[in-house]
Antibody, heavy 133, light 110 residues
Framework: QVQLVQSGLEVKKPGASVKVSCKAS????????ISWVRQAPGQGLEWMGW????????KFAQNFQGRVTVTTDTSTRTTHMELRSLTSGDTAVYYC??????????????????????????WGQGTLVTVSS | QSVLAQPASVSGSPGQSITISCTGT?????????VSWYQQHPGKAPKLVIY???DRPSGVSNRFSGSKSGNTASLAISGLQPEDEADYYC??????????FGGGTKLTVL
């Protein structure tokens, strides 16, 4: 069965960086991209960005441009999200989620591409990141 | 402040039907066929219940349905059951920041 398993609780000081991992299993890892979504305590969901596990292409929300890096390691089927220059406002549960857009052959360009569909059919369990001095 | 506007709370009795609205603009909800809805129980990850405005993932009850009119999308739940009590979030593709969520709606089953 499809599973996304995330790394554990993180406690960081303001100004530090945090790296959260998300290990996929139960499906062809290269067939689907991964998005990162966060949720501050008692608040709503906020989309951070997406990565194609096939091409490494990334897309980010404007709020996180320049402060977040998302990478993928196909050998371990793991996606990593690093957020820098942390403030107390970054305290949240961070989720990875599988984007439903599948990798497919684009006849117009002559190679495989992956385009996000921006909806998420499987989610990780969440990783609480607490930023406090 | 969330880009998509949802009511903070809705309620209904078991067996009744409710609707949750999600209002955006021509640049998101009104401009694309890319509205999704998620159900989130306390302490749990969100679960997809509607995608592409009206489609239901395999395994999701047909009591859940989606629709859209202009810049407002809606999630309807019929035959309310106690386990439907949860927070519900809409999301939409947007030409600006790519994906935006609503602020969430707490559904209480009385």
């Amino acid at each position: 069965q499809v599973q996304l398993v995330q790394s554990g609780l993180e406690v960081k000081k303001p100004g530090a960086s945090v790296k959260v991992s998300c290990k996929a299993s139960g499906y062809n890892f290269l067939n689907y991209g991964i998005s990162w979504v966060r949720q501050a305590p008692g608040q709503g969901l906020e989309w951070m960005g997406w990565i194609s596990t096939y091409t490494g292409e990334t897309k980010f929300a404007q709020n996180f441009q320049g402060r977040v890096t998302v990478t993928t390691d196909t050998s371990t089927r793991t996606t990593h999200m690093e957020l820098r220059s942390l403030t107390s406002g970054d305290t949240a549960v961070y989720y990875c989620a599988r984007d439903a857009g599948q990798t497919s052959y684009d006849v117009l360009v002559g190679y495989y591409t992956n385009t996000p569909k921006y909806y998420f059919d499987y989610w990780g369990q969440g990783t609480l990141v607490t930023v406090s001095s | 402040q969330s880009v998509l506007a949802q009511p903070a709370s809705v309620s209904g009795s078991p067996g009744q039907s409710i609707t949750i609205s999600c209002t955006g603009t021509n640049s998101d909800v009104g401009g694309y066929h890319s509205v999704s809805w998620y159900q989130q129980h306390p302490g749990k990850a969100p679960k997809l219940v509607i995608y592409d405005v009206i489609d239901r993932p395999s395994g999701v009850s047909n009591r859940f349905s989606g629709s859209k009119s202009g810049n407002t999308a809606s999630l309807a739940i019929s035959g309310l059951q106690p386990e439907d009590e949860a927070d519900y979030y809409c999301s939409s593709y947007t030409s600006g920041t790519t994906l935006v969520f609503g602020g969430g709606t707490k559904l209480t089953v009385l």
